[in-house]
């Protein structure tokens, strides 16, 4: 007779523990011990670990599989969520199984050295087809995961029970605040910036405040393409287009330089927001919406600041279509710069936050649960850059952008439009695009200066690279070995097709055929659940709380002529009440970090064991830690500091 000595984890997830027998059964090459009970009833709680000693008649040779199966205890199911089992055999060898998922009945865990793991690995998989399949939200954007219902989601992809009630908790104090102060139902205008004011200052942060006190300003207005809430727009300007006609003498230039000779100079930036010419328009509160497409032109001036110095707020030139200049009346100039910042708002939640990180986060997710089994490399380095995304990308769907969400009900781009600019900015992705170097380079702002995305984002995409360089060189010594791992495969293959709709044009990879292939592609996998997520999102309130600098949505229409335009009109534009606290509590919600929150680089869940990969996961935490005490330390010296790409501050995947 030979002993077998288990430690069996449970994880310190809330509800993690079980009341039901457990059974066990070891698989090796020589053959299986019995399936043995190994609990009584009150076994497996919550972060305990519990040693068992199983005993076989002899040895079972190199384990290669446990199956783990529960049975009720006094006729009461209940889920269990282990971490990892250990054992040591009776020759002295340990072997360790992370687990990391939800046990409802049974699960088979493996390495895959024979033909027994093997067969598990084919019967995993086709589970997880059945679990995890595609669906189509519209025509023309990336599928999603199909699930009619929350609860249908598989357990080990839903919310914590601290992450559901704080989610909720927060949405329905909300909500309920705003209607104890009748503001939800109010489609009254705001008849002074006081007004707006009162509301606001119930809820705000110190980056809120200050862009209330300066919305106004030229100043944060050309900040705000660099390091708000959306520094995608921005890019150099060497010509300008045929239909922005800006002449020498419209403009104010900062210094003796002509317009020409300025672009030449590399000190004048575009942002062209072409992609919303013709959208279809909401009608909120009886009312049509205006969203317009703007051109806008910007000047780096001589101390380093980035300038507005002409908007034309539609795109084709026309008499009732003026270009508007800082030299223009003060609420001329302010309500185009208002149209601007509605127009960006539109953009930046459609298809900067929404497209490109939390719908190809859920591509990736799925891609990744249907066809990489738990053994494999990428599954480990990858699943906790998962975390959270199915579910609040369904919770997105049903509360956001369904028939009855608020950005459908209260943004001027809900309805028709959301889709229209949905496909629109797919159908122009590119995947150097999202490579922050490629995309930096694109744009000509590698020297732009007080570009604090860039300066953060860049440091974080080298140090990710670095670190899954480490890990997927571990496992990938040479090409052919990528190009042989049909499982890899099929994971890009699915993300090519499901993700980015077969556009061929997209630069995305079908299939990998080197491993600086891989790990790029990997880099921005990771990049874009997280760092690039956090750019776009966790300062939506700080940037948009006080509604007049990212009103999304205004109802009347822009100017046709100078000279006519005063502060009454501003107010008239400006949406109303109902709709102004509807997009600040949702804006409110969304910029909240749970209390469990997991920055990047922290994995509380041990997915590998072998030696290598956990140093370089080491080496990425201490990476990680230096950069964010640089960045803490910068900040401290700016006037608005920018803290959204502070690895501390980073989580891990697309979880809010």
């Not at 029970?161 to 489609?187: M, N, P, W, Y």
């Not at 935490?621 to 401290?636: A, C, F, P, W, Y």
Request: aromatic share 10%; glycine share 6%; hydrophobic share 35%.
């Amino acid at each position: 007779m030979v002993n077998y000595e288990l430690k069996i984890f449970t994880s310190t997830s809330a509800w993690s523990s079980t009341l039901n027998y457990v059974y066990i059964k070891l698989v090796g090459t020589n053959g299986e011990s019995e399936r043995t009970l190994v609990s009584g009833s009150t076994c497996f709680i919550t972060n305990v670990v519990s040693c068992v000693t199983l005993t076989c008649h002899a040895s079972l040779g190199e384990l290669v599989l446990i199956e783990v199966d529960k049975q009720p205890f006094l006729m009461q199911y209940d889920n269990w969520f282990p971490a990892k089992v250990e054992v040591k055999s009776p020759e002295g060898k340990t072997y360790s199984f992370p687990i990391y998922r939800w046990i409802i009945d049974t699960l088979r865990v493996y390495e895959d050295h024979n033909h027994i793991g093997r067969y598990s690995r084919e019967q995993e998989l086709k589970q997880r087809e059945k679990d995890y399949c595609w669906d189509e939200f519209a025509s023309g954007i990336p599928h999603c995961m199909k699930t009619d219902d929350i609860h249908d989601l598989p357990c080990e992809v839903r919310f914590s029970f601290t992450k559901e009630i704080e989610f909720d908790f927060t949405a329905v104090t909300d909500l309920l605040q705003s209607k104890l102060h009748g503001l939800t139902e109010s489609q009254k205008k705001w008849t002074t910036i006081d007004e707006i004011g009162r509301v606001f200052s119930c809820r705000t942060t110190e980056i809120s405040e200050y862009i209330r006190e300066h919305w106004m300003d030229d100043e944060l207005f050309g900040y705000q393409f660099l390091n708000g809430v959306n520094p995608m727009m921005i890019r150099r300007c060497s010509a300008l287009p045929s239909n922005f006609p800006v002449t020498d003498n419209m403009v104010f230039l900062h210094g003796q330089e002509s317009l020409a000779d300025e672009m030449s100079n590399g000190n004048i930036f575009l942002c062209d927001y072409k992609i919303l010419d013709g959208v279809k328009t909401n009608t909120i509160n009886g009312k049509k919406q205006y969203l317009m497409a703007p051109l806008v032109l910007l000047q780096k001036t001589p101390d380093g600041k980035l300038m507005p110095i002409a908007i034309q707020l539609k795109q084709d030139p026309a008499e009732d279509n003026p270009i508007f200049c800082p030299t223009d009346s003060e609420y001329d100039w302010l309500l185009a710069k208002i149209f601007v910042r509605s127009a960006d708002s539109n953009v930046h939640q459609l298809n900067f936050h929404l497209l490109r990180t939390h719908l190809l986060a859920e591509v990736f997710a799925v891609s990744l649960l249907r066809n990489l089994p738990m053994v494999h490399p990428l599954y480990k380095l990858l699943i906790p850059h998962t975390r959270y995304t199915l579910q609040i990308n369904f919770l997105a769907r049903k509360k956001l952008i369904s028939a009855d969400g608020v950005f459908t009900q209260f943004t001027a781009s809900g309805g028709e439009g959301m889709i229209t600019i949905l496909r629109s900015s797919l159908s122009s992705l590119t995947y150097s695009s999202l490579c922050m170097p490629e995309d930096i380079a694109e744009r000509g702002l590698e020297d732009v200066p007080n570009f604090y995305y860039r300066d953060d984002g860049l440091k974080l995409w080298d140090i990710i690279h670095r670190f899954v360089k480490g890990v997927l060189s571990h496992y990938y010594k040479k090409d052919d070995e990528v190009q042989k791992d049909t499982e890899l495969q099929k994971w890009i293959g699915d993300i090519f097709e499901h993700g980015f709709l077969s556009h061929e044009d997209t630069g995305v990879p079908q299939r990998f055929t080197t491993v600086d292939e891989l790990i790029k592609f990997v880099t921005m996998v990771i990049f874009t659940g997280s760092v690039q997520h956090a750019a776009v999102n966790s300062g939506q309130y700080d940037f948009g709380g006080w509604m007049p600098n990212a009103p999304l949505t205004l109802q009347r229409p822009p100017p046709t002529k100078k000279g006519e335009a005063t502060e009454a009109t501003m107010l008239a534009t400006l949406p109303d009440v109902n709709v102004t606290v509807q997009i600040m509590d949702t804006l409110w919600l969304l910029s909240q970090q749970s209390s469990d929150f997991v920055p990047l680089g922290q994995y509380p869940e041990d997915h590998f064991t072998e030696e290598t990969p956990r140093k370089v996961i080491s080496d990425f935490q201490g990476d990680l830690e230096v950069l964010s005490t640089t960045i803490r330390v910068k900040n401290r010296k700016l006037e608005l500091p920018y803290p959204y790409l502070d690895p501390a501050e980073v989580e891990n995947s697309v979880a809010i």
